[in-house]
Each structure stands twice: as C-alpha cells, then as structure tokens.
C-alpha cells in the first residue's frame, strides 16, 4: 500500500514555486519545474507535453527550471519507470559563466553545459537519448516520474511522464 | 590459419555479442542446476544491466563484465565472487563492454559513455584508464587522452554503442602492414566507435565513425568529418549498437570491413528528411575509406557479418522488422552501393526490441529478433529468401500489445548455444526467470535468475561463456542479470533431463519438487513443488502456482535492504548482515504462517503473493488459474463463436485442461492443425507470398512449403485459386518453382542459383567478367 502510494502521490510533488516569478521567454510567468519535448525547437515553442511515444522518439529533450541555480550547478536527473524503480539517471554540470568549460562530479573531471538565462531564471537542457538505449531495449510502457535534483541546493522538481511504445 | 581463423571468429562473435539485463521469485529448476546463483550486486546506481560479457577465450581465469546505469562490474566466471567494481561518474554507460586482450597480452575494457568519451580501462586494475572525448569540436580540433573538447559544436554529442576493436593479433597481413608503417603503433590494434549526435539547435545532425589505436587512443581515421564538401555530403545518422568488424584473410574481397548500421531520419518536418541518407556502411577499417553504403531503414542492431551455407552475408535488422541481408562487396554495378540479396520488409508484426547475433543449424542461418510483444521470432536465409520460421511467447499465446508490467513475455537478446547437442536458446523473461528453449522454440525449463518479489524482475539479456575449469562444451555456464542487480551463473543445458514423471494423466510433485508429464515439450515440466500446485490433468499446464490474496505480514520486509534485524521486522538473524537485505524477516508468530520464510513470499501481481508450498492461502481457493493467466485470442469459429485461451487441433473435443468450453472454437492460426509450425498468419494476412493456403478460411499453411497438396496459393497476402503445386513465379521469392530452383520474380523466372552466372547464389547476384557460377559461387 505504501509502495502504491508512493506512486500516486509523486506527480503531485511538482514543485511550482511563483514566488518572485518574472515572464519567460514565451511571454508568461517564469516557474520552477520540468518541462519535455521531442526536439531542441520544440523546447521553445510549447509546453506541457507530457506523453511521449518512445519508439518513435530519438531524444526526450528535458528542461529544468529554476529560479537562483548556483555558479556552476550540480543537476542530477531520475527516470523512475511506472514501478517506481529508478531506470535512468545522469548527474550534469551546468553553469551560467561562458568561461566554464570543466568541472568536477564528486571529484571526477566532467564536461560543462552551458545553462541559458530567461527573464526570470535559468533553464537547463539536456537531450535525454531514447532511440538505441535502455528506454527502447527495455520498453516499460506507463506511468513515469521524471526527477530533477541541484546538489547543495533544496531545488528538487518532479514531474510526470506518460509513456507508451507504438501507440498513444 | 585455420586455428587462428577461428579463434578470430570466436573473437568476432564474442565482440558482437548484444545487450542486456534482470529477475524474480523461485527456482524453477532445481538448485542443482545452478554453478552459482542468486548473488546481489550492491549496484549503487540506477538502470538496467547490460548483457554480461564473458572473456573466457582469450582469459584463462575467466571474467564476465556488465555495466549498471554508471558502474562496470566484473564477476568471476567460476566463484561468482566480484573481481573489481568501477564507476564512470556523472554520466551512464548504455551498452555493454568490449574487453579484449591488446598485443601485448594485457586484458583491457573499452566501453563508452554517454557524455562522448570511449575508455580503456585495464581489467587488472580499473583505476588504471584512460579516456578520449568523442565529440566534435568547432575548430576542428581532436584532443588527447583525458583532456575534454573547450569548444563542441553540440555539447551533448553522445555515444551509446559498443566500441569494436579489431585485434592486430587475430588481422591478416594487409593490416597488420598498415600498423606497422606507422611509428609508434607498430603491433597496433584500432578501436571504432559511431557518435549518436542529438541535434542540438542548428546542428545539421553530423555523425562521425572514428578509429582510435587501441594503445594510447590516439585518432587513426575520422569518416564525415569533411561534410563542407558538398559535393559528396554523407548525412550520417547517429548509432544504436554501432559496428562490427569482418576480419578476413590476405585473399578476402571482404577483408578488413567496419559495417555500421545507424538510423535514418524519419520526421518528414527534418529538413534531413528527403536527403538520400544512407544507413548501411561498410568501411575499410585501415583508413576509414568508404567501400559501400545502402539506405537499409533505421536499423537498430550491430550489422551482424555471418559465413553460412552461403557464404558471407551481413544481416541487419530494422525498427520496423525488416530484416534484410547484403553481399559484403559491393554491387559490382555500382561500387559504392550495397547489394541487398533478400529482405522481409513488414514481416515482424510488432517492432523488433533485440536482436542476438545469427547463428547456422540445419543448412540455414537464422536470425532470431524478440519484438515489443515479448515474443521471440525465427528468421531462416533459405539462399534467396528470408523465411518466417516459429514463434514463441513464454504463455504459449503471441503477443499482439506491448508487453507491460502486466503481462509475462521474453525480453532481450537471446543467447544461442553452441556445441552443445542439441543447441538450445535462452532467453530474459519479465518475471525475472530465464526460459530455455530448443531451436524450433519449443519450451524446456526455466530457471530463476533472482530471489527479490519487491524489485524489478525482468531479466533482459543473457550470455553464454564456459566455464575455465574444463574445456568441454558440457561445462558451459549462462550468465545472467537482472536490472535489480541479481546475478546468477547456472549449468547448462538446464532442465534437459526429464522430470520425474506423474503419469500422463495423474500429476505427482515428488521430492525433487518437480511435477509435470515429464515430456519432452511440455512447457511446464519442470515447475516446483514449493512454488505450485498440480493440476489433475497433465496435458497442457501441469503446475499452478499457490496464492494468496493478502500479503503476509513478514513479506513487507523479505529482501529489504538493512543493517538490523530490527528493519526486518526483529527476529534474531532475520537481516543478513552480509548480503544486506531481510532473507529471513518473519518473528515466530507469523512464521507459522510464512513457513519457510526465507524464501517466502513473492507478489506476482498487485494484491496476490505466491507462499510455500502447504501453504492454506486466507481466501481459501489457494489456486487460481495457471501462471501467467492465459490472453484470449481471436479464433475461427470452426466449432462455436466466441474466444478461447489456447490453440486445439479441430480433433480435439475434450476440454482436458479446463480453460476452455467445449463450445469454444479451433484457433487455427497456430497449432498442430497446421503441423505446429506457428506464426503463419502475420497480421491476419497469410504469408509469405507464394505459400500454400486454405481458400476457405484465408489461412497459411506452415511456413516451409509444408502446406498440403492440392490447396491454394498466397498472393500480395491474401488467399487466391491459383494450385499451390503449379502456381507461377511472379514475385521474388515466390514459392512457386521446382525443386532446386528459385523465384527470381516474373521475368526473370524459376532460376537455378547453383549455375546461374546472373544469379549467383542469390537472384540479381551477377558474377563478374571472367568467372562463372558454380555451387552458387563466382569462381
């Protein structure tokens, strides 16, 4: 029961926090949160597609946004699949300093991306791959949760994903 | 030079060997068939496993290697123990490693990552590495090991696929010559990786092959760096599972290949759309030259070179199930095409989720695929044709919807048995067990890759390896990993012994905990007294499993992680201190109820948990229908309407397994009404073209012209009243030709592939000037 409720009440932990907001580059009030779309273009154009057919997808690109993310901005993303497991995750560096090009991930060396300013905050892209990995060799078709976490902050954002394999 | 020819094949195989991961509940087979089993990998990350890579070959002490979300993981082939764990942190590994023995005997792993680095990685110490960034840069520039590119034209150029690598050791002498003539990689090897770009803003979706000398991972060769030149432009798409090498002796027209298979762009809206991209390469491995090219379809797997009865042929596999096989040369009409010998385009119902390497049996060589439906397709290259061969699906019923966590199916590539007599094919289950089955797809045993009910349980790749301490085929072990983490390394052929028998209509559950008919065939002959019930008749599903409506209060802890017994629930002993996890969670009181709680309790769906065996399940009807529950399926109406849950010839009116009415009808797609060759009907249509058929219900018969005499022939899928003994050769591959001879298509006609010079061993395979056609060779 605690398991199925887990489950229930995850899409609900979206953090939305509209305090301070400023507009985004489409015009309305910038919100922290998770957004998805199937191209980099399509990231600017409109928001709040949550269902995804991942065999017809070669990227889920993911944007995270926030409002006051540190210098350099340890993001990890989670993919938990439809039974709660954990099934993908990326630790990534982003910055706002052009300059940064290197950093470190718990002391290992990592690559920088560049993470872009909106009126009103920061976003963070990152082309989840779908096409060839474990999202298309292990197809679990369903309800998924979609975390984003900055290390040393208490950003934590969550949002769900619907997915499905060949059909809607 | 046949020693070391083989011992490259081998090599090749080993390196092309495909993906996978994961497990469940019980031992289906008995204990006895496990080398070492059920070990939990204290993983620390998060995804699938990898398929596990054996190096036994090449290493005496024998390794198997997987990759987990960011960890590389290396096992002992014969103690299970864990050599070495290492992780790549900050990124994720999305395929399986490659480790091979360099020049000098030292044993490395290459693998990439997904941040656009390729490793090496020393199998002794896996501190000891080094890594090259993969990705382009603006300027140009190829950097040195262990230093990141300052200035990517896409920040996220990934790489997702196993690096190839061709060993200097096992290469014929044109390649080693050109090692060689370099200074500083005299005894070189070269590693090939294929970058999966993804499209950043403005990036016109450029992908590279590269070569890196194995040594020190400096660049050897870059093909499509160059695209300014318009007048050649390669739009070359990313990867799925990269390349595999032909090494190929002095004399070899095919010597010293790289094919490559990557996708194509599918989105009408992509301006790369209607460019005439290409999705087959073929690539000296020496310079990175390009041999031929073909737009083959988005293919998803590693092309797959494989010397069979007919030679060399390069088999590649499409999202959409079109598998097709090509020359390894080049069209000699145009040198820089490919030359596609036969293709089944749209003849995998579903889209095709994995695909193992082809292997040769029987004359033929086939190449299994395992689709979104959880179910595992036979292939066959009959010489100018690709045929359907059996289907299977581990209920007994093909799946028709996208296998969710709701229904049993196969997962991941299937690992084929080789030596062994006879061969056997394994294959992932989503219930976390492994499913043995013989080269027709019959169903043998199966056996439990883990012990968790409360993690995920699919099991989706497997690998054969054998084990060090003797040299014998009878000694090869299966390895196997969940994506929970669970190993487990089991004796093989497994379950091939038959049971003890019950009696064909009585079923006993003797103390080996085996129960069934003891048949060879009978698909559940080797469930397990702890785990099931037995039917009264034997015939079909002689097990079912015990449930329980309510979970037990004990299993809320059963392989929990801890560090007390107090988190398992306070009985002394119930955390395994060493393992980490509850293995026996239960206080006295409600041991009486678990039993023998250390293996106690797995769910098998939400609200019903399997329990020992005696077990007197709280709802009182411990046993429901047999596990999985069978799907309905669509039936002809030959004896009444409606659905039935399984196939019956139209001779059988006796309802010996309860699951089905009298009244229910004759499923004839798929049973021993047609010879129990299966599969003959793809997507309602009969198939393939030019098979015989039955008029009256519009149904194929067999898949191998072993339809009987005197029926009706299939045309572009539908049923026709054309004499299936004397129909005409329209179409290639047309099954309507005698004996000995081949559907090259209507004008072109009934052909001896033997002796044709214009034919040769395949239709439109034309020798060149100067030779003839014999045996179905140009000499």
Redesign the interface.
């Known amino acids: 029961m605690n398991r199925l409720a887990t489950l229930l009440f995850l899409p609900l932990l979206l953090v939305v926090d509209a305090v301070g907001a400023a507009p985004d580059s489409r015009g309305g009030p910038f919100q922290e949160g998770i957004e998805f779309a199937a191209s980099a273009a399509a990231l600017e154009e409109a928001a709040g597609r949550t269902r995804f057919d991942f065999l017809a997808l070669g990227d889920l690109w993911v944007r995270v946004k926030v409002q006051n993310p540190p210098r350099l901005a340890a993001l990890t993303l989670t993919f938990s699949s439809p039974s709660g497991t954990p099934f993908y995750e990326a630790t990534l560096l982003y910055t706002s300093d052009p300059a940064l090009r290197n950093g470190r991930v718990n002391g290992v060396p990592a690559t920088v991306l560049q993470g872009k300013h909106v009126p009103g905050g920061w976003v963070f892209d990152y082309p989840v791959p779908v096409s060839g990995t474990v999202f298309q060799r292990y197809p679990k078709p369903g309800s998924w949760v979609v975390q984003a976490r900055i290390e040393s902050t208490e950003t934590s954002l969550s949002a769900p994903l619907e997915v499905s394999y060949g059909s809607p | 030079m046949a020693r070391w020819l083989g011992r490259a094949i081998c090599l090749l195989a080993l390196l092309l060997a495909v ?1 996978a ?1 994961m497990g469940q509940s019980a031992f289906v087979c008995p204990t006895s068939f496990y080398s070492w089993a059920a070990l939990r990998v204290n993983t620390a ?4 496993a990898s398929t596990p890579i054996s190096d036994y070959p090449f290493n005496p002490v024998g390794r198997n290697y997987f990759a987990v ?2 960890k590389l993981f290396a096992y002992s082939n014969s103690s299970g123990s864990q050599a070495w764990n290492f992780t790549v ?4 590994i ?1 395929n399986f490693p490659s480790p091979v023995p360099l020049t000098s005997g030292i044993e490395y792993i290459f693998l990439t990552t ?3 680095r390729l490793w090496k990685i020393d199998a002794a110490s896996p501190t000891t590495n080094i890594w090259v ?1 993969t990705r382009r840069s603006l300027s140009g520039m190829f950097m040195p090991p ?1 230093t ?1 590119v ?1 200035d ?1 034209v896409c ?2 150029d ?1 790489q ?2 196993t690096p190839a690598v061709q060993l200097y050791t096992y290469s014929n002498t044109p390649f080693k010559n050109a090692m060689d003539s370099v200074p500083g990689h005299v005894g070189d090897s070269l590693v090939f990786v294929v970058s ?1 770009n ?4 403005n990036d016109t979706k450029r992908n590279e092959i590269r070569a890196y000398y194995a040594s020190d991972l400096s660049l050897k060769w870059v093909f499509n760096f160059n695209t300014s030149n318009s007048s050649s432009p390669r739009e070359v798409d ?4 990269g390349c595999a090498i032909w090494y190929g002796s002095d004399a070899d027209p095919a010597q010293n290949t790289l094919y490559c298979g990557t ?1 194509l762009v ?1 989105d009408p809206a992509d301006p790369q759309f209607s460019q005439a991209q290409q999705s087959l390469w073929a690539l000296d491995t020496r310079t990175g030259a390009l041999k031929w090219s073909y737009r083959a379809g988005s293919i ?1 797997n590693r092309p797959m070179p494989k010397a069979g009865p007919n030679g060399l042929r390069i088999y590649v596999v499409n ?1 959409k199930g079109g598998i097709q096989a090509f020359s390894p040369v080049a069209n000699p009409v145009n040198p820089l095409q490919g030359l596609p010998l036969w293709s089944t385009p749209l003849q995998v119902p ?2 095709v ?2 695909v193992p390497s082809p292997f040769v049996s029987g004359g033929k060589t086939h190449i299994l695929v395992v689709d ?1 439906g959880g179910n595992i397709r036979d292939y066959r290259d009959d010489g100018a044709n690709g045929w359907i061969g059996p289907a299977q699906n581990p209920t007994g019923i093909l799946s028709t919807a ?4 709701t229904k049993l199916c196969y ?2 590539p299937p690992a084929i048995g080789s030596g062994l007599n006879p061969n056997k094919i394994w294959v992932g289950r989503s219930d976390g067990r492994v499913q043995q089955l013989t080269e027709t797809l019959a169903r043998e045993g199966v056996i439990a890759v883990m012990t968790s009910p409360t ?2 349980n ?1 099991v ?1 790749g497997v690998s054969v390896g054998v084990d060090n301490a003797v040299t014998s085929v009878s000694t090869d072990r299966l390895m196997a990993v969940t ?2 983490g669970w190993v487990s390394r089991v004796n093989l052929p497994m379950c091939t012994n038959s049971p003890s028998p019950g009696g064909a209509t009585a079923c006993g559950c003797g103390t080996s905990g085996v129960c069934g008919t003891g048949i060879a065939g009978d698909p559940f002959r080797c469930c397990n007294a702890a785990q099931d019930s037995c039917n009264a008749a034997s015939a079909n599903n002689p097990c079912r499993p015990w449930r329980c409506s309510i979970e037990p209060d004990c299993c809320v802890f059963l392989f929990s992680p801890c560090a007390t017994d107090a988190e398992c629930g306070g009985r002394p002993g119930s955390c395994d201190i060493v393992q980490g996890f509850c293995t026996a969670p239960c206080p006295p009181s409600v041991n009486s109820q678990c039993g023998a709680a250390s293996h106690a309790c797995a769910p098998i769906s ?1 609200g019903t948990f399997q329990v020992p065996d005696g077990t007197v399940c709280d709802d009182g009807k411990a046993c429901t229908a047999a596990s999985p529950v069978p799907t309905l399926v669509n039936c002809v109406p030959a004896i009444g309407g409606g659905n039935c849950t399984r196939d019956r010839a139209s001779t059988d009116l006796v309802d010996d397994v309860g699951d089905c009415p009298l009244s229910a009808p004759v499923c004839s797609g798929s049973g021993s009404a047609l010879g129990g060759q299966g599969g003959a009907i793809v997507g309602g249509l009969c198939s393939p073209q030019g098979t015989a058929c039955n008029l009256a219900t519009g149904k194929a018969f067999g898949n191998f012209g072993s339809g009987t005499n005197n029926n009706d022939v299939c045309r572009a899928g539908t049923c026709t009243s054309e004499t299936y003994a004397a129909c005409t050769c329209v179409n290639p591959g047309d099954r309507c030709c005698a004996a000995g001879l081949a559907c090259c298509g209507g004008s072109t006609g009934c052909i001896d592939l033997s002796t044709s010079s214009l034919n040769c061993g395949a239709c439109g395979l034309a020798c060149p000037v100067g030779t003839s056609c014999s045996g179905g060779r140009c000499l």
């Open positions: 993906p991961s990350t998060t995804g699938p979300g960011s942190t900050g990124t994720t999305q997904e941040d656009g960034d262990n990141f300052p990517p920040a996220t990934k997702i696929a999966r993804t499209g950043c803003v990313g990867a799925a599972e996708k599918e998803l999202f579903m889209n989720q994995a979104y996208v296998c969710d966590a997962r991941g993690l995920n699919d989706a994506d929970s939400a």
